[in-house]
C-alpha cells in the first residue's frame, strides 16, 4: 500500500505507524513536525532551486531515502533520477505538480507489478488558488486513471475529487444559488477595479518617466549645455507635454 503526503493540514492523517504503507513525498514535508515518517521523498524543482544553500541544507537531513530528482547529483548521494522519458512516453505529457509525477510512476507501478493496490493521499488538498486551477485537475486527472487501472483511493481532506453535492440532484438551495450571484458580481467588481489600477499605475509610471526626462532637459537649459532646441527636440517636448 502507498501513502502519498502532501503538507496541507491531513498531513498528520498519514498511516506512519502502519508499516504495510510505503510512505512518498516532497522533501519540503520533512520541515513540518507532524511529519514523522518517509520511504521516498520527491525534489523535483531545478537547480536553481535546491542549489540554494538553505535547500540543500534540508535536502541533506533526508535519513538516507532515496531522493528522487531530475539527475542523479553527486552532492546529493541518495539522489535519484526521475525515468522522465519513460512516464512522458508511456502516458500523457501532463504534469503541473511534483504530486502528479508520483501519481504517474504509482499508476506505472500498479500496471507492470500490480502494486500498490490502494492509494491514500494525506496532507494533499489543492484548496488554495494557484491549485485549484492549475494543480488540481491534473491530479485528479491521474487519480482518475489509477482508480480506472483498479487502484482503491482514499482522500484524507481537501478539494480533490470531492464536491458539495450531485449536480442537478443534490444540495440545489435558491438561497444559496442568490448568494452564489452576488459573490460573482462582488468578485467581478474586484477584477474590473484590479484592471483599473493596474492602469492607473501604468499611466502612473509612463508620467513619471516624462517628468524625468523634462527634468533631465531643463537642467541642460538651465547650465547653458541647450542654447536652442532641435526641432527633434522640439518634437519630443510636444510629446512630452501631451502625455502630461
Known sequence: MLCIVGTAQTIMAAPYDDDKFEIWSVAQAISYPA??????????????????PNVLKRLSETKGVPLVMHDQYDEIPTSVRYPIEEMVSKYRRYHTTSITYMLVWALHSFLTTGKPQHLSLCGVHMEAREEYTVQRPACEYWLARLEQAGVDIQIAGGAILAAQGLYGYENYDPLCWKFRQLLNNYNGGIQVRAQEESDAELKKHQQIGAAKAIEALLRQAQTGELMKFTPEEK???AGLKKDT
Open 235 to 237: 518634437e519630443q517636448m
Open 35 to 52: 511529519f514523522k515518517r518517509w520511504d521516498v521523498l520527491y525534489e523535483m524543482h531545478t537547480e536553481g532551486y535546491w542549489r540554494d
